[in-house]
């Protein structure tokens, strides 16, 4: 852990990883990241969310005494937080509750993505006042819950039908899912849509910005070429599916995704009953985290740019993933296309304030996270992990179980008291200017 460095020292380390990573963006959206980084010094764990660069500077720097040549080569979520899980309505039909945003998917150790989610935990439980002895016993459930997963696999070779589903689901996480069994695709619509002339078209509202003819024709042409990335097995055969009625200009201003530019394209869908229209978000692709600390040289060769690499890794690491899932290019840069989903329901954490209850939710975020790592990649034709991963996990940690957990859950513990000083640190640059972008 860097608790060895002075005050000054790491916060220039924080400043020189956030500048580096988003340097180029925040003088093109300098107002999207002045309200990224508000929203980053509301707490420590939205610091943490947003500052991802700053763990995997520190995180590739620690030892690794638990992976080899093949568990430190497995496809990683890179981005695993408390908070990137929810529901979706997979290519199946079924509701499941999973792992959500993979835009930071790379390859790189398994235990990043446990140290990430762990640490993340931690700071969480700190901020709900929880005592560290409670904290360490919930990641300790979340870790054994994921090596029983992992065990699974090896057990039951081929098995990728395991999913938290309404039939096996618990707690609240049963409850995020019945809640999406609940919504209508209709009231999204109503949402961000309305009808003029017997026709869905959007209304400007929330930051859409209506295009002009030629910058539409540049989004058509970009839509026609992803179509031909939808896996032939994933295709609509309805003839008016991909029919586009309406298309409008949008800039995202979230923790993970200030700044980069996208469109929603509103299509025909299944039918052309009003009700069944569809939403498409077309988003730029930005560079993964990763990348940035780890050799990437033969990663970056097997994809043709950022977007690909976004959805060949999501259907690596999920199953069943979005039948609308694809990537084009607009002036060369990669754009991913995916369902803007009206199941998609997060958990409510800040109504979880019990560790039962929290510890039934972080046991099954447990199994999720081994599924990502073992057994989701039914829908992938990438090539870079060629083995079972459970085989290589399960042989990673052979024997010494209790003492990886323990390692886990120490360096978890630490992290999260870092990223509390982290987070001071951050606030004191960022009104200080020293992020390149003024406060007010």
């Given amino acids: 852990m860097p608790r060895t460095e002075s005050s000054s020292s790491r916060r220039q380390v924080i400043v020189d990883v956030l500048r580096e990573s988003f340097g180029e963006a925040m003088a093109a959206e300098p107002t999207a990241y002045r309200a990224k980084f508000r929203s980053m010094a509301h707490d420590p764990h939205s610091f943490y969310r947003g500052a991802a660069g700053v763990f995997y500077r520190d995180v590739t720097r620690m030892d690794a005494p638990y992976v080899d040549d093949r568990s430190s080569r497995i496809w990683v979520h890179g981005d695993l937080h408390v908070e990137n899980f929810g529901t979706y309505l997979n290519a199946g039909g079924r509701l499941v509750f999973d792992v959500n945003d993979f835009d930071e998917a790379y390859l790189g150790h398994f235990t990043w993505d446990l140290l990430r989610f762990s640490t993340s935990l931690a700071v969480l439980g700190w901020q709900k006042a929880l005592p560290d002895e409670t904290v360490r016993g919930l990641i300790e459930g979340y870790l054994r ?8 696999y090896r057990d039951v070779p081929g098995d990728t039908d395991f999913a938290l589903r309404l039939d096996n689901a618990r707690g609240p996480v049963l409850a995020a899912l019945r809640k999406a069994r609940e919504v209508r695709r209709v009231d999204l619509l109503d949402t961000l849509t309305t009808v003029e002339d017997h026709q869905r078209l959007f209304v400007a509202t929330g930051g859409a910005r209506r295009i002009g003819k030629a910058e539409r024709s540049t989004v058509m042409d970009a839509f026609e070429r992803y179509l031909e990335t939808i896996p032939e097995d994933k295709r609509s055969r309805t003839p008016v ?5 309406d298309v409008v200009a949008t800039v995202s201003h979230g923790i993970g995704s200030a700044g980069m530019p996208s469109y929603t394209l509103l299509l025909e869908g299944h039918s052309q009953a009003l009700e069944n229209d569809v939403l498409v978000e077309m988003k730029q692709a930005s560079i993964p985290v990763l990348r940035r600390f780890v050799d990437s040289a033969d990663v970056e060769a097997a994809f043709e740019h950022e977007a690909h690499r976004t959805v060949v890794s999501q259907r690596a690491l999920q199953a069943h ?12 840069v990669g754009f991913v296309l995916s369902e803007i989903s009206p199941y998609e329901v997060d958990l409510a954490w800040h109504d979880l304030s019990e560790p039962d209850e929290i510890g039934i939710v972080v046991r099954q975020l447990g199994q999720a996270t081994a599924k990502i790592h073992c057994a989701s990649d039914e829908d992938s034709d990438q090539e870079l992990v060629d083995f079972q991963v459970e085989e290589a996990v399960a042989g990673s940690v052979e024997g010494r179980r209790t003492e990886f957990t323990a390692w886990v859950v120490q360096r978890a513990m630490a992290y999260a008291g870092q990223v509390r000083t982290d987070h001071a640190l951050f606030v004191e640059a960022f009104r200080d200017g020293g992020l390149g972008i003024e406060a007010v």
Avoid at 145 to 152: D, E, I, M, P
Avoid at 241 to 245: L, Q, S, T
Avoid at 321 to 332: F, P, S, Y
Wanted: aromatic share 12%; hydrophobic share 35%; proline share 0%.
């Fill in 321 to 332: 993933t979005d039948a609308l899932l694809g990537h084009t290019t607009i002036d060369g």
């Fill in 241 to 245: 599916f991909y029919d586009v009625r």
């Fill in 145 to 152: 819950a994921y090596l029983r997963q992992v065990n699974h």
